[in-house]
């Protein structure tokens, strides 16, 4: 990850960066919080450690300037305060977690990377899915092919997403059952393949683009341009 460290005590800087890069991390750092904000609102990190004690601005101050200015970087607020007002003062100010001085840096490690999963798991995805000339709008939850617009049933709309997620790719039909209807669901039916049909009907019928939804015979389904 791309790290930047705002801390003003060089032995605690030196400390961090080193750790960091031996855990294969790129680090940036600045001692002061008016370096610091201009470092996080101009760059792109994957996380922002920072003190609450700082030269210039402090890291509450830090906090709320970025968010202000939708920065959604994950912040980690190191700090010698550790009275609990300090704690919720930082927390409402937007850092994602804390961690008082003193710290063994295992801890500090463990941190980092459990804001690293977050950071992953709550990344936003893209909102129109877009393969040839068939766009799917995630956030209306509408299709459009040459402009035209798509009317799709809710299991539809969910198995044009879930190929247009994995273009190229061969879906079976165990795994279209799974993402679409649940585990629940009964494999030795030829529903799937009828829904696939609709769909293809849908996406393809009336178009002059290319056919976009191909079967694989004996494996399953697959969203590609022929050529």
């Not at 709309?157 to 209807?181: D, Q």
Request: aromatic share 6%; proline share 2%.
């Amino acid at each position: 990850m791309k790290i930047l460290v705002i801390e003003d005590e060089s032995k605690v800087v030196a400390f961090i960066k080193r750790g960091l890069e031996e855990h294969h991390h790129q680090v940036e750092t600045a001692t002061d919080g008016v370096t610091g904000q201009q470092m996080g609102l101009e760059q792109d990190y994957d996380l922002i450690i920072l003190d609450i004690m700082l030269p210039g601005l402090n890291g509450i101050t830090i906090c709320k300037n970025l968010r202000a200015h939708e920065v959604q970087t994950p912040l980690l607020m190191l700090t010698a305060l550790n009275a609990t007002h300090d704690i919720v003062d930082g927390l409402n100010a937007g850092a994602d977690d804390y961690l008082a001085k003193p710290f063994h840096f295992s801890e500090l490690v463990a941190r980092v990377n459990a804001l690293s999963r977050r950071k992953n798991n709550f990344r936003p995805e893209k909102a129109v899915l877009t393969f040839a000339d068939l766009q799917l709008d995630t956030n209306t939850k509408t299709a459009r092919r040459e402009e035209q617009e798509i009317i799709l049933t809710a299991k539809e709309y969910a198995l044009l997403e879930l190929f247009l997620k994995n273009t190229g790719k061969v879906l079976s039909r165990a795994l279209i059952a799974e993402a679409v209807w649940g585990l629940e669901f009964d494999t030795g039916t030829n529903t799937i393949d009828v829904y696939v049909n609709y769909l293809r009907n849908k996406i393809e019928k009336g178009f002059n683009g290319e056919k976009l939804l191909h079967t694989v015979v004996g494996m399953g389904y697959v969203m590609k341009l022929k050529s």
